[in-house]
């Protein structure tokens, strides 16, 4: 017994570790209604997402980052990369602008330099390697390269005949840019980047990969893939592809650089020519996803050695161009709504999806002005609600009648008494919406805020009258789940902080 304990133990310590690999999130932001950087934070927070991956250093998100722990990996845009390549100025003076600036507050922890830049703009490939040490040099000269690690996502189509893993290699006309790129890389401690796309490897392979492989599902042991040389049985693309990146990497002589996904997801909706970008596929690859890289069983090469991923992505981008798939690899949609719900039972704390099901109570329609303006009276009498935000002059006085005002005295109510359905009656003149009545600066209990602030709900203390502007912190739903989350911190070992 006392064995088992100490296992336990010891497992939890191995799972609090620094470098225990995390789920993380890309946030790209082309989308017609691209939520207002508070909001953004605002459903990071809800979801408890601890990593993000921006596409540029957007000086607006970097500030709504500030102060919340979130560990930030911003990028050089590739449009970018030829200047900071070409001199070593402008890659210091776009490190003191968009990264000195900015630390500790936000807590920035990477530096992608461009994105796919041998596959997606060739012509930049020179100077690469130079932007990376560029970059890195200006973090020394302010003393941040110890926090602050930097490389650039590779499309792994750059890793040729990658199944079976062992025999996998570096397109060799990349060598001459791939080789003191992993020097850096080396001499950096930094990870190679990787965007790891199952999908297109199963719709590009013409049948030869099996969709269950792709979406990591358990496969009989007949249709496993085994990689010959090494006898390792593979069960799923993802893994496969990492190990395949391992590979290449010893093939050069690399055998101590950590990979890292910065991209990787499923569509969950396409054109009818994609028939398996489907909610259903989506949501089965990102939770098992999920669940693969929280589990840290790494990869059969590496057991053990778990493989940081960054989904891609948070949002749907409406207005990308392209297959209808381009627009619909958001877990999100711009309203922070859940495109699909996952399935993580059982994997800790990200993705908590407590955003969704916000219900509100509101004045019925048509109701009884003077029914209404009795429920009004007890609840911010008998029913103790702190109706101090209806005065004239605060928040909430505007609209000023009793349709308004019984609305956010019957919200505080119902959100006072836990959502409890039996709680937004009211004589029957209350009835219970999803649709956030909040306007202006009048934020109501339960709304995210215009802005996706959380509402900072204030209730009566036990002796309060209608002007009593003591406030005590409404106990919501959100103590529950603060209850829950600090209990999934402790099982799950903070693996987001
Ligand atoms: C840029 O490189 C030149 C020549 O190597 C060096 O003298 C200069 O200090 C460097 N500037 C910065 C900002 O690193
Ligand atoms: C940033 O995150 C890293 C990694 O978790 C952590 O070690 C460090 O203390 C954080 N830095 C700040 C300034 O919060
Ligand atoms: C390897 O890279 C070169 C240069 O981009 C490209 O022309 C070639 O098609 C690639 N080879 C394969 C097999 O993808
Ligand atoms: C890797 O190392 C081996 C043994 O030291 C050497 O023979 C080989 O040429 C090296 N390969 C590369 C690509 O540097
Ligand atoms: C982690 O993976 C191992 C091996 O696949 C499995 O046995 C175990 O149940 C998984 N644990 C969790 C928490 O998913
Ligand atoms: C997300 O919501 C669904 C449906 O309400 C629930 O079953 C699931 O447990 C939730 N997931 C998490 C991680 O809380
Ligand atoms: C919202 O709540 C309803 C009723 O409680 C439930 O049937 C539904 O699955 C929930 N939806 C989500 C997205 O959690
Ligand atoms: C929303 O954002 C605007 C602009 O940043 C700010 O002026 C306003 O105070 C914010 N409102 C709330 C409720 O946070
Ligand atoms: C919430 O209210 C408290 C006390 O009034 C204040 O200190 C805190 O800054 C507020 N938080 C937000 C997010 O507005
Ligand atoms: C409520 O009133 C009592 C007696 O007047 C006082 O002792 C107590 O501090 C008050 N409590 C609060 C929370 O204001």
């Not at 003076?93 to 507050?105: C, E, F, L, Q, T």
Request: proline residues 6%.
């Amino acid at each position: 017994m006392a064995v088992h304990i100490l296992l336990l133990l010891l497992a939890v310590s191995v799972a609090t570790a620094d470098e225990d690999a995390f789920i993380g999130a890309n946030i790209g932001t082309e989308l017609s209604d691209m939520p207002h950087p508070t909001q953004v934070v605002a459903l990071l927070k809800a979801q408890q997402i601890r990593h993000v991956r921006l596409y540029d250093a957007d000086r607006g998100m970097l500030v709504a980052l500030a102060n919340t722990g979130i560990k930030v990996a911003v990028s050089v845009p590739n449009e970018q990369l030829l200047g900071i390549g070409q001199s070593n100025s402008t890659a210091a003076n776009w490190v003191s602008r968009n990264i000195v600036a900015h630390y500790p507050a936000t807590n920035i922890t990477t530096i992608c330099v461009g994105s796919e830049v041998l596959t997606t703009l060739p012509n930049a490939a020179p100077v690469l390697v130079n932007a990376l040490k560029f970059i890195h040099s200006a973090l020394v000269a302010s003393n941040l390269d110890h926090q602050i690690k930097v490389s650039t996502p590779l499309s792994s189509s750059l890793i040729l005949d990658s199944f079976p893993p062992s025999q996998a290699f570096f397109n060799r006309s990349w060598n001459p840019v791939l080789v003191p790129m992993l020097n850096f890389l080396q001499s950096t401690g930094s990870s190679l980047m990787l965007n790891i796309y199952p999908y297109y490897d199963y719709m590009q392979s013409n049948g030869v990969i099996p969709l269950d492989y792709a979406l990591f599902k358990p496969l009989p042991p007949n249709k496993e893939a085994v990689d010959s040389n090494t006898l390792v049985h593979y069960s799923n693309v993802f893994d496969a592809m990492v190990d395949a990146a391992y590979f290449a990497m010893a093939f050069l002589n690399f055998t101590n650089i950590p990979v890292m996904v910065t991209e990787s997801g499923w569509p969950s909706k396409g054109d009818s020519n994609e028939p398996d970008a489907t909610l259903e596929n989506a949501n089965t690859y990102n939770s098992n996803l999920i669940r693969h890289v929280l589990n840290q069983t790494g990869t059969p090469k590496h057991p053990g050695i778990g493989v940081s991923t960054y989904i891609y992505e948070l949002y749907n981008e409406d207005n990308k161009p392209g297959p209808l798939s381009e627009k619909n690899w958001g877990l999100f949609d711009a309203n922070g709504d859940p495109v699909y719900i996952l399935h993580l039972t059982g994997s800790g704390s990200v993705l908590a999806n407590d955003t969704t099901n916000q219900t509100y109570c509101t004045a019925r329609d048509g109701a009884d002005p003077k029914m209404l303006q009795a429920a009004l009276d007890w609840a911010c009498g008998p029913g103790k609600v702190d109706c101090s935000g209806l005065l004239q002059g605060q928040p909430c006085y505007e609209p000023d009648n009793v349709i308004a005002h019984a609305t956010y005295a019957f919200d505080t109510y119902y959100h006072q008494m836990r959502k409890d359905p039996a709680a937004c009656n009211f004589n029957g003149v209350a009835a219970i919406t999803t649709s956030d009545p909040s306007h202006g600066s009048c934020i109501f209990p339960g709304s995210l805020g215009k802005n996706g602030t959380m509402a900072n709900i204030t209730a009566p203390s036990l002796n309060s009258t209608i002007s009593d502007s003591s406030a005590y912190k409404i106990y919501g739903s959100s103590s529950l789940r603060s209850i829950l989350t600090v209990i999934r911190l402790l099982v799950w070992g903070v693996v987001f902080l």
